[in-house]
């Protein structure tokens, strides 16, 4: 059986480790990728603000050696769901069973005078050439603001402002800056109200700003403010943009999405046989985040499984992850969180505490040691 794996993220990494574990050389797995590695979401802030060098979070491709798969690196240039056909800027796959785990794409130029005076955090390049612009930083405004929903990993702003506030403490130049962060959620963890209620009480004791239920529209370059959808200004000397999300252009074209984004339900399956969808690309119901990709992915896995082996591949998603969100100050917290589909999501705050780093830790390691085959 051909499967044919689009995207190496959480989502296709988690599949394909899972797929050859079981079968081995018995099923014909393509994974394709346009990048030569993957690299945490969370990594990115821990380059950003000179914690560990890009070298070090970086995971080629390359050193994905498994039974049964081929790591293939193209741009995928069109999908077409009915034949179930992929073409690469490297050739044409035909899969039995496609998955498509292609993640959200970013456009920072869709918020004007972003790219001119601003920065977007959320791409590996433009998370990476913030290091040394933060490291020259005199001081000043800073602030941090989400132009849009949906966005990846809504805990990453929060964790940013509080991470901004001890690099600059650290460089002692915290008492010549404002910190301010800007988001579209009226509480900076919706569905959990015990880690709001932390959060807005570290900010309040770290004087960060909180600007709830806004977004940034556009920023003025020559007079350096960001203009929130209220109409209300923000001065800034420097400015931290999550930028615009969208489905990826490939994705778009192939009539698999509505609305922006692949729908699909529990069982991650798309309205076209055969053709499944998990994670960022996808409007499934859960935040887009890592722990959410995998735990799709997981059971796309069981159902190809139980198919191949003739049994009812009627496995679901139940909603659950496990995000760690770091509080600044050298302690880290877990939300333990659920989203039932179509019901009413419910997360719980553990931490925050500074032996919880050890945890996070283990979370990275353990998946690079399982995608990878190394430690
Ligand atoms: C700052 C930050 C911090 C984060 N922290 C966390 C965290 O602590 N925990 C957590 O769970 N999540 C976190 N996230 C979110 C997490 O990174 C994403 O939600 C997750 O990677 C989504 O997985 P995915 O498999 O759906 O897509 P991705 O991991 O984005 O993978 C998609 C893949 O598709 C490839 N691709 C896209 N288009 C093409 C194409 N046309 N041709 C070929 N290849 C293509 C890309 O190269 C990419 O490798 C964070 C994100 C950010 C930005």
Do not use: N
């Not at 480790?17 to 990728?33: M, Q, V, Y």
């Amino acid at each position: 059986m051909r499967i044919v794996i689009l995207g190496a993220g959480f989502g296709g990494l988690e599949l394909t480790t899972r797929l050859s574990a079981e079968f081995g050389e018995a099923l014909d797995i393509t994974l394709i990728d346009r990048s030569d590695g993957f690299v945490f979401g969370f990594a990115k802030l821990d380059v950003m603000f000179g914690r560990t060098p890009a070298a070090a979070v970086h995971h080629p491709y390359a050193d994905i050696v498994k039974p049964g798969v081929r790591f293939v690196r193209s741009a995928v240039r069109s999908i077409d769901p009915e034949q179930r056909r992929v073409v690469t800027d490297d050739g044409t796959f035909d899969a039995d069973i496609m998955v498509v785990a292609l993640g959200a794409d970013l456009d920072p130029a869709a918020t004007p005078g972003l790219v001119e005076a601003g920065h977007e955090f959320y791409s590996e390049a433009g998370a990476f050439a913030l290091q040394p612009v933060l490291d020259s930083f005199p001081g000043g405004h800073v602030v941090i603001a989400v132009t849009s929903t949906p966005f990846k990993c809504p805990p990453a702003p929060s964790e940013t402002a509080l991470l901004m506030h001890d690099f600059l403490t650290r460089r002692q130049i915290r008492d010549r800056s404002t910190i301010s962060l800007v988001m579209p959620l009226p509480r900076p963890i919706p569905p959990s109200p015990d880690t709001s209620a932390v959060l807005l009480e570290v900010f309040a004791e770290r004087g960060i700003d909180w600007h709830p239920s806004r977004t940034l529209t556009q920023i003025v370059p020559d007079r350096k403010v960001a203009q929130l959808d209220d109409g209300a200004e923000l001065p800034f000397d420097l400015l931290l943009a999550v930028p615009r999300h969208r489905v990826p252009q490939v994705v778009a074209e192939s009539g698999l999405a509505e609305d922006g984004w692949i729908p699909v339900d529990y069982t991650l399956r798309t309205r076209f046989p055969d053709v499944f969808a998990v994670g960022d690309v996808t409007s499934v119901g859960t935040p887009k985040a890592g722990v959410f990709a995998e735990g799709q992915a997981t059971v796309v896995a069981e159902q190809i499984i139980a198919r191949v082996r003739g049994q009812a591949a009627d496995q679901e998603y139940d909603g659950h992850g496990v995000c760690y969100l770091e509080f600044g100050d050298g302690r880290i917290g877990k939300v333990d969180i659920t989203f039932p589909y179509g019901g009413t999501p419910a997360g719980r705050l553990i931490g925050p505490s500074a032996e919880l780093f050890a945890d996070k830790k283990e979370f990275g390691t353990d998946r690079v040691a399982r995608w990878f085959g190394r430690g």
